[in-house]
């Protein structure tokens, strides 16, 4: 029969990309790992690699195993996350996905103010594209996953967790800092910054830039918030990003300022459909919803 080391092994060397790398990872010999996916291509009869150019290629059947394959070892980590926890919350270790701008925002803080208070508690914090927070909690690799809308998807349970605005963000100093609310036909003279076409925000961006005799003048494009944040202090331009990571990470000579319209976006919280809570995870989603404004 099929053992859970052969598995291992090819779940390894599929993630690694190379038998060099896997036997790193799993601290075996080479040798060791040649030997058990041999193996598992004889019990299942079926070649799992070919060597191309001197380099390991999944073969189709492998490719249609690994989706099975990473809910094995999700469930097992879960397993093991949960069963650290039963002590009563006082330990145990979170995987927590989260994209920007939210993981380097209020996600980080609530975070750090949580383990500050549990030191037994161990968190696993990564940044990751929208997409890619959906995969890591549909095949149970993360505990939870906060992302901005939209969210379609029946592998997860989806609530909202937060709401928050696109703004504008710009140099203390700029003429639209004088102005508690920038109306869209306000940015007209001046160099826009914000998000590329393809992210995931940007929609909601150009909506409410949809009447061409207001449009604005868009300077630079780019992926994060982070990113149009430094442009916009030195120079580049009026950054239209959601603000969240603004006020949770002030930049001195910066100020943000409401957009009109009003742009509005919901926050988040992705779990496992068929997961199981643990205690501390309850505890810190708690603090978490508590952290956001």
């Known amino acids: 029969m099929i053992n859970l080391r052969q598995i291992e092994v090819f779940y390894a060397i599929m993630r690694a990309g190379s ?76 995987s927590i996905a989260a994209a920007q701008p939210l993981c380097d925002g209020f996600v980080a803080k609530a975070v750090a103010t949580f383990v500050a208070k549990r030191p037994g508690v161990r968190v696993n914090l990564i940044s990751l594209a929208t997409p890619m927070v959906l995969d890591r909690v549909a095949n149970r690799e993360a505990d939870i996953g906060i992302c901005y809308e939209p969210i379609v998807s029946r592998a997860v349970q989806v609530e909202e967790i937060a709401r928050a605005q696109i703004g504008c963000i710009l140099p203390a100093r700029h003429p639209l800092a004088r102005r508690r609310t920038v109306r869209v036909q ?87 459909r068929q997961g199981v809570g643990s205690r501390v995870l309850g505890d810190f989603v708690a603090h978490l919803r508590a952290t956001f404004p």
């Open 19 to 94: 038998i060099t790398e896997a036997a790193r990872v799993l601290n075996v010999t080479q040798p060791a790992v040649s030997a058990a996916l041999k193996q598992l291509e004889a019990r299942l009869h079926m070649r799992l690699f070919d060597r191309i150019g001197g380099r390991l290629q999944p073969t189709p059947e492998a490719k249609a195993l690994l989706p099975d394959v990473a809910e094995i070892f999700g469930r097992l980590g879960a397993v093991e996350r949960f069963s650290a926890d039963l002590a009563g919350g006082a330990r145990g270790l979170l």
């Open 186 to 272: 306000d940015l007209a003279p001046y160099p826009v910054v914000t998000y590329l076409p393809q992210t995931l925000l940007r929609p909601h961006i150009d909506r409410a830039f949809s009447d061409k005799s207001s449009a604005p003048r868009m300077s630079v494009g780019t992926s994060t918030s982070a990113t149009a944040i430094m442009l916009a202090l030195h120079g580049a331009g009026v950054a239209i990003v959601e603000t969240s990571l603004f006020r949770a990470r002030p930049v001195a000579g910066l100020v943000v300022r409401p957009l009109e319209p009003r742009i509005e976006i919901k926050g988040l919280l992705l779990r496992p």
